[in-house]
């Protein structure tokens, strides 16, 4: 097979966006989905078709060289390695019938060429970010899904609100990119190259001091897209995008482009201890954390968009603890799982009248059992429940956490046990408020179409299966994953231990569950006060950052224009002005229009002219 | 000293005098506003072609594309002197392109049509004639004639407080230039007063040798004026003023144009000319574009005015561009004429769309407008488009430029690429408040709800698809920038 | 030559200092006139001089030029005295100080 084919599987997407874009406007509707559809199914299939090419060190081709200048360069080209291979099937999967839910969702918009369009583009920018062969081509991608999901979340920006919520998203997470460029920035300076298999190669020659800075930089960035503590406040605001984004972005792929670029640096971020155990320690509080702020939520995506926070605080920790194949394993899991939640959720609110608050909802399992079904397999899987795909891949990486050994890591393998409780609780607190007890909506709800219905079997079917492909020697599995992804296996705990875990776990869901199923099995009523309210707000995060740097922030620039601009340099510059203006008004006086005056001037100045005249000649 | 290529036919003063001729046709045709526009749009878009020309015929050269040189004004030794290298070159073409652009938006002008067509044209020979020129005098002349016309614009067509930014603006350069023309003086004694040969010609005022304290003054005259021009850090505040004040075609010129003029004297004049007080000077420098950059780019955070965000974004532009020269090596100077070109595209064509807003809702006050997006798609799309490329979006233009211009300074000093990245991030903050106050929220009252025109459309199409070939494949302008900037770099120039 | 080349410029010299004085003292502008006037003899009385000490004939060409422009610039400037006394009906030139800055 021909190895540029794999430019196809970006350029397929690229084509369907840049067509919306130019010509959607004026294309029925129908088309306007049906190509964006058939763009992003295109390449799934050319993901499949080329798999191969990923196996072992895999494939690497270029198109054309993008920037080109002394010593500086930097290619359109791909890198399909087992890990890129893996990512991109599943982006294109999970992005195809993340499309055609969409098809049905979006069908009564006024505007659904932008909506297709940023769609098609986000899938590009995302399979930039999976197949680039070096860190600027990876840059365009992560920018590109910035751009996207800032252009989706405030894609009905007739409420200024959505627009502002996408601003957010856009900004911070720039924010985290400005360290990710300084980190590219570096690595450029540093091998000459920004290829990223050179790089890996070459990590050795390093400094340690200067690994570690750039650990710390990438983790930086990667904190920024993967919505991890400090940078996590833009996610819950996402949810203000329609609901096959948050799908599709705010879930399943944009937000794992963080830990699918420390998997991508592994080489270099596994050099630095310091650098993994920040990395663990940021995922495990960003665990935490998001579950906490999970536990209160009152709107149905944001439930979900805290245990996306959460979750892939998992993944984070899963690098942190050294275990890339563990990061991925639970970033496919979650990716089809949380997809499934979130296009569930889109049909629950359609159901519910489009009622987002979950207080507002209830007995919908008798409205729709189908939906209540395929959203309970979600439920499971996020909650850990044991046999399915999600119990698997968090199970694997809490024991390698575990095994880790010293005291740092258990510690952080504590928070992780604990928060699978935590997770365990709001699922079924989910669970039960929308899908138990009496009916509180106020609209009337009607079903999801047909098409929004049936791209949800086939992701719940992979979100219980996916444990197998990773499944541990315990359960007689090969963990195959681990081998594709040629990363070494994990160390074997004892068997008892390894049973004895596994049995804490249980005990913790099943825990979870019984708490919530007490609590919340019939509703017991609007709940507001207190430590409640606190979580409601995400730990009061906004305001803590409006206070220390946003408000600074204007203040300064307010200070720069009106102190500096204004005042200081304007002002001199007047100053200078008035001073001429002042010196002339003197001068003025002088011309009196008095004839007389001028005449005794006159003699003066030949008085003068005589009289130098004369003590010259003396002289 | 002289010239590879012979050039047959006068090609240079043929793309210099051409405006104004220009300028005299519509001078005499003065009465017939429809005749005056034509003129200059055929005018001007003639220059393009013949540039676009010379651009094609001169792929892979090297040396003096194109070279012309003949006697003066003798007793001084002052000679007619044009070359044309890579630089000169793209800087023409850009010229050429937004000219023709500036024409187009002012198509509708109803006062005085004749006389405003014909000092967008003088412009044309100004600037150009400052991006050809290699005699002292002659691009001093020039450079005073692109200050003259851009007066006039401002102050004749301009909006309320036009006369304060007129003169403002007429002050601060002409402040500037003066320095410049009294360094060049006595540079010009000081060479003949050596060698016996009084001359402004650029490569032999090169071989003047001077005491480092005479080269640093002469270097800070010189500087003076360019750096005003640029603007940079603290010398910026007559362009919100001028932009805030000026007609769209004027705008349009100033920030795509004019102060490309700073840097072309830079790296074309004062580097060569004092090379030992430019290296003193590069930390200075750099330190006043990082302070620009950030400056600038947190006061445009605050303005309500579109334009004088654009403005202000153009000083933090420019702040890269000069980072990029004060790094001093060739990918950083590559990337800061690139990013030159590129900003010229992207804030040429922001300005002309903010003139097709302000058109459409009668306001530039960012309170005032909204939900542009419900009413004009394809006008909303557009600008979404430039406001992308100006906040750095990869892949579009004026990443390519800001990329290379951090990956050399981050290799000249880690501390300045550092920094100026932190730019970049506020100036995302300022854009997508543009973005979000115009296009976003719910429509309020419009004077017109007609989308884009055929007119504006062929402004639009040529600048975007520039905006996003620039972004995705530079090589070819880079090609042109590799030769010129190494050899100016190693010694100043062509031997 | 029968006078000494110092007893004219001695004479002219007090016709010019005469002249100015009158120029500077006098706010009648007709008087003023007749100081500028003065002035300008005392100035042609030393070219004559000169012309005859030195036996060139250049300074009393000059003189007969000086003549004539001040005959000219005489009947241009009382038309003007004329002129402003009709304008404000008096020739005292502190009148006229319509140029004052």
């Known amino acids: 097979m021909n190895p540029l084919l794999l430019f196809l599987i970006p350029i397929l997407p690229l084509f369907g966006g840049v067509i919306n874009v130019c010509f959607g406007s004026r294309l029925p509707h129908r088309l306007v989905s049906g190509l964006s559809v058939a763009a992003v199914s295109g390449s799934f299939l050319l993901a499949t078709l080329l798999w191969p090419l990923g196996s072992g060190e895999g494939t690497r081709v270029v198109l054309f060289s993008w920037l080109k200048s002394a010593g500086f360069q930097a290619d359109v080209g791909i890198l399909f390695d087992p890990l890129a291979a893996v990512m991109t099937l599943m982006v294109t999967g999970v992005a195809t019938l993340i499309h055609l839910y969409a098809a049905g969702y979006m069908a009564e918009d006024e505007s659904p060429a932008r909506f297709f369009a940023l769609l098609n583009l986000f899938v590009f920018a995302m399979l930039c970010i999976v197949l680039a062969d070096n860190l600027l081509f990876l840059f365009l991608g992560w920018e590109g899904v910035g751009f996207c999901s800032y252009g989706l979340i405030g894609f009905w920006y007739r409420n200024s609100k959505n627009a502002s919520a996408g601003r957010k998203a856009f900004i911070v997470t720039r924010i985290g990119d400005l360290f990710f460029a300084i980190a590219l920035l570096w690595l450029f300076s540093a091998f000459g190259t920004v290829m990223i298999e050179q790089i890996n190669a070459r990590v050795a020659e390093l400094d340690p001091l200067l690994l570690t800075g750039l650990t710390l930089l990438l983790l930086g960035g990667a904190c920024g897209k993967s919505a991890q503590l400090p940078l996590m406040s833009w996610l819950p605001d996402a949810m203000a995008g329609p609901t096959p984004v948050s799908a599709l972005i705010h879930a399943a792929t944009m937000v794992t482009a963080g830990v699918y670029l420390l998997c991508r640096m592994f080489p270099l971020v596994s050099l630095s201890p310091t650098g993994m155990a920040a990395i663990a320690l940021v995922g495990a509080l960003t665990a935490l954390y998001a579950a906490s702020c999970a536990l209160a939520q009152r709107e149905i995506k944001r439930v979900l968009a805290y245990s996306t926070m959460s979750q892939i605080g998992y993944m984070f920790l899963a690098v942190g603890v050294g275990t890339v194949s563990g990061a991925m394993f639970h970033l496919l899991t979650h990716a089809f799982f949380k997809a499934l939640l979130f296009m569930g959720a889109g049909c629950v609110i359609h159901l519910a009248g489009g009622e987002n608050d979950i207080y507002r909802m209830g007995g919908l399992k008798e409205k729709s059992p189908q939906v209540f079904w395929l959203f309970l397999v979600g439920i499971l899987c996020l909650a850990g429940t044991p046999l399915t795909g999600g119990f698997f891949s968090k199970d694997a990486i809490l024991l390698t956490a575990f095994a880790a050994g010293d005291g740092f890591y258990a510690t952080l393998w504590g928070i992780g046990v604990l928060t699978a409780g935590l997770t365990s609780f709001y699922s079924f607190r989910l669970l039960y408020l929308v899908f138990f007890g009496t009916a509180r909506q106020a609209g009337q709800g009607h079903a999801p179409s047909p098409l929004m219905l049936w791209t949800l079997p086939p992701l719940a079917l992979l979100g219980l299966c996916t444990g197998l492909l990773n499944l541990p020697h315990l359960f007689g599995g090969h963990e195959w994953l681990t081998l594709w992804l040629g990363q070494p296996m994990a160390e074997m705990l004892p068997v008892g231990t390894e049973i004895g875990l596994l049995f804490l776990m249980l005990i913790f869901f099943v825990g979870g569950w019984v708490i919530a199923h007490v609590r919340y099995r019939t509703f017991p009523g609007d709940e507001q006060a207190g430590w409640r309210s606190f979580l409601l707000s995400g730990w009061q995060a906004d305001r803590v950052y409006e206070l220390i740097l946003l408000r600074p922030y204007r203040a300064i620039c307010r200070f720069c224009w009106q102190g500096g601009d204004k005042a200081l340099i304007d002002g001199v510059m007047e100053g200078l002005a008035r001073l001429c203006l002042h010196w002339g008004d003197y001068v003025r006086r002088l011309s009196n229009g008095q004839v007389a005056f001028y005449l005794q001037g006159f003699a003066w100045g030949l008085l003068l002219i005589v009289g130098w005249f004369l003590l010259a000649s003396v002289k | 000293m002289t010239p590879d290529v012979a050039t047959p036919f006068p090609l240079l003063s043929l793309l210099l005098w051409l405006p104004l001729g220009g300028t005299l046709l519509c001078l005499l045709l003065r009465h017939s506003s429809n005749l005056c526009r034509w003129i200059s749009l055929l005018t001007t878009l003639t220059v393009l072609v013949v540039a676009l020309g010379m651009a094609v015929s001169s792929i892979g050269g090297s040396g003096w594309l194109f070279y012309e040189d003949a006697a003066w004004i003798e007793p001084f030794g002052i000679r007619y002197t044009l070359g044309m290298d890579g630089i000169s070159l793209l800087l023409v073409l850009l010229t050429a392109l937004l000219q023709v652009a500036a024409i187009l938006i002012s198509w509708r002008q109803k006062q005085r049509p004749a006389l405003f067509y014909a000092l967008v044209l003088v412009m044309e020979t100004g600037i150009i004639g400052v991006f050809l020129s290699l005699d002292l005098i002659l691009f001093y002349l020039f450079w005073e004639l692109m200050l003259i016309p851009m007066f006039f614009l401002i102050g004749v067509w301009g909006h309320e407080n036009r006369v304060y930014a007129a003169v403002k603006f007429f002050f601060f350069t002409l402040a500037g230039s003066l320095f410049l023309l009294l360094a060049i003086i006595w540079l010009y004694l000081l060479h003949g007063g050596q060698t016996g040969d009084y001359s402004f010609a650029l490569d032999a005022l090169r071989q003047t040798v001077l005491t480092p304290g005479q080269e640093m003054i002469l270097y800070i005259g010189f500087m003076l004026a360019f750096i005003v021009k640029v603007p940079l850090f603290p010398f910026h505040t007559w362009l919100p003023d001028a932009h805030t004040e000026a007609p769209p075609a004027g705008s349009v010129d100033l920030a795509g144009l004019l102060l490309k003029t700073g840097v072309y004297g830079m790296i074309r004049f004062a580097f060569p000319l004092f090379p030992a007080a430019a290296q003193k000077s590069l930390p200075f420098l750099a330190i006043l574009a990082l302070v620009g950059i950030f400056y600038a780019a947190w006061i445009a955070y605050v303005q309500t005015d579109m334009k004088r965000v654009i403005a202000y974004s153009s000083v933090a532009h420019l702040g890269f561009v000069i980072l990029g020269l004060a790094a001093w090596n060739q990918l950083a100077w590559e990337g800061s004429l690139l990013l030159m070109i590129n900003h010229g595209i992207t804030t040429g064509g922001l300005f002309v769309m903010i003139a097709m807003i302000q058109d459409r809702s009668g306001t530039r006050e960012l309170g005032k407008l909204g939900g542009l997006w419900t009413v004009f798609p394809n006008l909303s799309a557009f600008f979404l488009l430039f406001c992308l490329s100006s906040l750095g979006l990869p892949g579009l233009a004026n990443f390519a430029g800001e990329i290379l211009v951090l990956l050399g300074a981050f290799k000249a000093d880690p501390l300045w690429g550092g920094m100026a990245v932190a730019g970049v991030v506020f100036s995302a903050a300022y854009m997508l408040r543009v973005v979000q106050s115009a296009l976003w929220g719910e429509s309020k009252k419009l004077a017109r709800n007609d989308d884009l025109a055929v007119r504006e459309w062929l402004i639009l199409v040529p600048l975007a698809a520039l905006v996003v070939l620039l972004g995705v494949y530079p090589a070819p302008v880079l090609e042109f920038l590799r030769e010129p900037v190494s050899l100016l770099l190693e010694t100043g120039g062509m031997p | ?101």
């Open chain 3, 1 to 101: 030559m029968i006078v000494p080349l110092e007893h004219v410029l001695y004479l002219s010299a007090i016709l010019f200092l005469l002249g100015l004085g009158c120029v500077l003292a006098r706010r009648n502008l007709i008087m003023i006139l007749i100081g500028v006037e003065i002035m300008l003899n005392a100035v042609g009385l030393t070219l004559v001089g000169a012309s005859a000490f030195w036996q060139q004939i250049d300074g009393q060409i000059m003189v007969v030029f000086l003549m004539a422009m001040t005959s000219a610039e005489v009947s241009i400037s009382l038309a003007m005295v004329v002129y402003l006394n009709r304008r404000k009906g008096t020739v005292d030139v502190r009148a006229f100080d319509e140029l004052r800055g």
